[in-house]
Antibody, heavy 124, light 110 residues
Framework: EVQLVESGGGLAQPGGSLRLSCAAS????????MNWVRQAPGKGLEWISH????????YYADSVEGRFTISRDNAKNSLYLQMNSLRAEDTAVYYC?????????????????WGQGTKVTVSS | QSALTQPASVSGSPGQSITISCAGTRSDVGGYNLVSWYQQYPGKAPKLMIY???KRPSGVSNRFSGSMSGNTASLTISGLQAEDEADYYC??????????FGGGTKLTVL
């Protein structure tokens, strides 16, 4: 079964850090680009980061550029999101997501397989 | 980039067809065939319904279809069913290696 399972969410203080993980199973992880998408309470979806299958190419939304770092370990079938300098507005459910197909032009722009999400709360 | 513009809510009766619009610009929706649509139930992860404007993932009902005209993409649901009641989001490539979402549309089945 194709599956993504996020972990690492919790309560963090403003200015603090958290590292989210996403464990992938049921597919050849290294063949797929991956995304992180978040959803603030009662709000819509927001794409925040993307990484290529090899990990050599990363993209970020302006809202997290310079504070968040996406990475992956293909040997461990795992995706990560290091979140630093956290702000109250980073409070959200964070989802890792996989595109419907392997790498081709624009393939990363859709997310087919989603994890269940992990909740991050930034508050003092 | 600004979020794509979706109606806050739409409604329809069972069996009817409804269309949800997703308005953007030439820099996003109108510039690329990279629009996706998602269905989300409360407290659940989104589900991909349409990608690359018109493509349907395996397992998605053919009652769901996508189209685009100019800078506006649309999701049409035909033969509306009670289970279609959910929030729907569009997304589009917005250039410069970024992706943007619409604000979401709440579909009510009357």
């Amino acid at each position: 079964e194709v599956q993504l399972v996020e972990s690492g969410g919790g309560l963090a203080q403003p200015g603090g850090s958290l590292r989210l993980s996403c464990a992938a199973s049921g597919f050849t992880f290294s063949s797929y680009e991956m995304n992180w998408v978040r959803q603030a309470p009662g709000k819509g979806l927001e794409w925040i980061s993307h990484i290529s299958g090899s990990g050599g190419r990363t993209y970020y939304a302006d809202s997290v550029e310079g504070r968040f770092t996406i990475s992956r370990d293909n040997a461990k079938n795992s995706l990560y999101l290091q979140m630093n300098s956290l702000r109250a507005e980073d409070t959200a459910v964070y989802y890792c997501a996989r595109p419907p197909g392997t790498e081709y032009y624009g393939s990363w722009c859709a997310s087919h397989i989603w994890g269940q999400g992990t909740k991050v709360t930034v508050s003092s | 980039q600004s979020a794509l513009t979706q109606p806050a809510s739409v409604s329809g009766s069972p069996g009817q067809s409804i269309t949800i619009s997703c308005a953007g610009t030439r820099s996003d929706v109108g510039g690329y065939n990279l629009v996706s649509w998602y269905q989300q139930y409360p407290g659940k992860a989104p589900k991909l319904m349409i990608y690359e404007v018109t493509k349907r993932p395996s397992g998605v009902s053919n009652r769901f279809s996508g189209s685009m005209s100019g800078n506006t993409a649309s999701l049409t649901i035909s033969g509306l069913q009670a289970e279609d009641e959910a929030d729907y989001y569009c997304s589009s490539y917005a250039g410069s290696n970024t992706l943007i979402f619409g604000g979401g549309t709440k579909l009510t089945v009357l």
